[in-house]
Structure formats: structure tokens, C-alpha cells
T-cell receptor, first 107, second 119 residues
Framework: RKEVEQDPGPFNVPEGATVAFNCTYS??????FFWYRQDCRKEPKLLMS???SGNEDGRFTAQLNRASQYISLLIRDSKLSDSATYLC????????FGTGTSLTVIP | GAVVSQHPSWVICKSGTSVKIECRSL??????MFWYRQFPKQSLMLMAT?????????EQGVEKDKFLINHASLTLSTLTVTSAHPEDSSFYIC???????????????FGPGTRLTVL
């Protein structure tokens, strides 16, 4: 079973829409959780860490449910510049990456 | 934030040649560096972990004699793809992690990647 599973999408949404991505992880001993953003042919960049209490950074809200081993990312008021692949990443002695969810925001 | 550079950013080579990729941490000392490989539409897969001054630890399925890793200093790690073949064509990304003076874990920073195409 994969360490991290994500719906690959693609998600095509109009500007201003709210979109949610989900991710599950297989090992309950996982220690830290992140969402990374990867633009085409570029390296991943940290978007935000994810905490059990939930955390928000502007239009982005991340949630972690340890009991369900489930991580989510919510993007409100989508912008064209949000178009990218969003990687769910879990840390347990090393980083484990999901395959990514592709988002295209349409004008 | 910290910066990690990679060189070259892209390379095209003939089958059978060797290619060296450099990864440098520019403003911090990286005690640990990681090499990843990403095939199109797939996730980043860890190839190996290298600690400065010691041998790299390779992930299962990664041939250590084909992918030579040297981490000779706290700011430089190199990956050499020996006798490259078309199936080695991929996006190779390094990342570097340092520790602060208290020994606490620091964020892992990624290099911009090297796109290797083997003809």
C-alpha cells in the first residue's frame, strides 16, 4: 500500500471558486504533515505545514485528522496563479510524497 | 528562506555516458542531503540519503553502483548517473536539510531540479 494517496484530479475550477483536496496516509506513526506546491517542471515548494488543530494561511486552510489518517487542503477564492500540482507530504524519518493533485483555475 | 542550487538544470546525453549533477546549499550547512527522482505524472521518489563524510544510504531498488553519490562537504553533494540509458531519463531533484545549533530539525529545502534526457 502506498504511504500517501491522493486523488490526482485534474481539478478544473473557475476563478473565485473554493476547491478542496484530500489525502490519506497509511502509517499511523507518521510524524509531520505538509502540503507542497509544484509548478510544471519546477521543484516542490512548501505551501504550509498541517497541524491537528487545523491551520490557515490566507486563502488556504489545512486540516489533519490523525484518527482517520486524513489530510485536507481547502483553497478559497481561487486565483489563476493557484494553478499547479499540490503534493501531500508526510514525514516519518524521511519525506513521503503523494503523486499530487493537479489544479487548473480557469478565467 | 534557504537556497539550494543544482547544476546543470538540464542535460541531454548519449546512451552509455555518465552524467554528474551537483547540489549545493548556498547559505547553510547541510548535514543531510537527499536525492529524488520524479518521472512524468508520478510522485517524487527518494533514491538515497547522504550524510556529509559518510556513505550514502540507498533506497530499495536503487543501484548504488549506477547512481554514485558523494557528499564531500557540508555544502556540496554530487550524483553521478553512470552509463546512462534512456530509462534513466527523469527529473532529478536534490534537497538539503541542516540543523540549528541546538540540534533541532530544520526545514528541508529543494533544489530546482535537473532534467536528464538520455538519447
Amino acid at each position: 500500500r502506498k504511504e500517501v494517496e491522493q486523488d490526482p484530479g485534474p481539478f478544473n475550477v473557475p476563478e473565485g471558486a473554493t476547491v478542496a483536496f484530500n489525502c490519506t496516509y497509511s502509517n499511523s506513526a507518521s510524524q509531520s504533515f505538509f502540503w507542497y506546491r509544484q509548478d510544471c517542471r519546477k521543484e516542490p515548494k512548501l505551501l504550509m505545514s498541517v497541524y491537528s488543530s487545523g491551520n490557515e494561511d490566507g486563502r488556504f486552510t489545512a486540516q489533519l485528522n490523525r484518527a482517520s489518517q486524513y489530510i485536507s487542503l481547502l483553497i478559497r477564492d481561487s486565483k489563476l496563479s493557484d494553478s499547479a500540482t499540490y503534493l501531500c507530504v508526510v514525514y516519518r524519518n524521511q519525506f513521503y510524497f503523494g503523486t499530487g493533485t493537479s489544479l487548473t483555475v480557469i478565467p | 528562506g534557504a537556497v539550494v542550487s543544482q547544476h546543470p538544470s538540464w542535460v541531454i546525453c548519449k546512451s552509455g555516458t555518465s552524467v554528474k549533477i551537483e547540489c549545493r546549499s548556498l547559505d547553510f550547512q547541510a548535514t543531510t542531503m537527499f536525492w529524488y527522482r520524479q518521472f512524468p505524472k508520478q510522485s517524487l521518489m527518494l533514491m538515497a540519503t547522504s550524510n556529509e563524510g559518510s556513505k550514502a544510504t540507498y533506497e530499495q531498488g536503487v543501484e548504488k553502483d549506477k547512481f554514485l553519490i558523494n557528499h564531500a562537504s557540508l555544502t556540496l553533494s554530487t550524483l553521478t548517473v553512470t552509463s546512462a540509458h534512456p530509462e534513466d531519463s527523469s527529473f532529478y531533484i536534490c534537497s538539503a536539510r541542516g540543523h540549528d545549533s541546538g540540534g533541532a530539525y530544520n526545514e528541508q529545502f529543494f533544489g530546482p531540479g535537473t532534467r536528464l534526457t538520455v538519447l
